[in-house]
């Protein structure tokens, strides 16, 4: 069973930066998706971003593209979610998520992190002045 663990969270002034964290487990190979996505206050799940760990295909949002960068630690079974040029309205909880290819799971422009089965407990990150 897929495991994912949400870190790096927290407050920051807008055009800041922060770079969240998602440490997997119980992954067997590297046929996956890995994605981001987001709940803002009052509002429903939103597709940040989402990377195939096999071929490395990246996607994201039109709403964080060209601020936002996905990346992945092989090594230490992290993927990462860089962060920069915040806006007040990235803020929320940002929830790692993650399936396999195999049982269907896409990672694609469409809805980026989105659909995938597996999610962690989320971390929060406020943009405020």
């Known amino acids: 069973q897929l495991q994912l663990v949400e870190s790096g969270g927290g407050l920051v002034k807008p055009g800041g930066s922060l770079r969240l964290s998602c440490v997997a487990s119980g992954f067997t190979d590297d046929y996956y998706v890995i994605g981001w996505f987001r709940r803002a206050p009052g509002k429903g799940r939103e597709g940040v971003s989402c990377?195939?760990?096999?071929?490395?295909?990246?996607y994201y949002a039109d709403s964080v593209k060209g601020r936002f960068t996905i990346s992945r630690d092989n090594a230490k079974n992290t993927v990462y979610l860089q962060m920069n040029s915040l806006k007040f309205e990235d803020t929320g909880d940002y929830y790692c998520?993650?399936?396999?290819?195999?049982?269907?799971?896409?990672?694609?422009?469409?809805?980026?992190?989105?659909?995938?089965?597996?999610w962690g407990r989320g971390t929060q990150v406020i943009v405020s002045s």
């Open positions: 990377i195939s760990l096999s071929d490395r295909t990246t």
């Open positions: 998520s993650a399936d396999d290819l195999r049982a269907g799971a896409v990672c694609s422009s469409a809805r980026p992190g989105i659909d995938l089965g597996y």
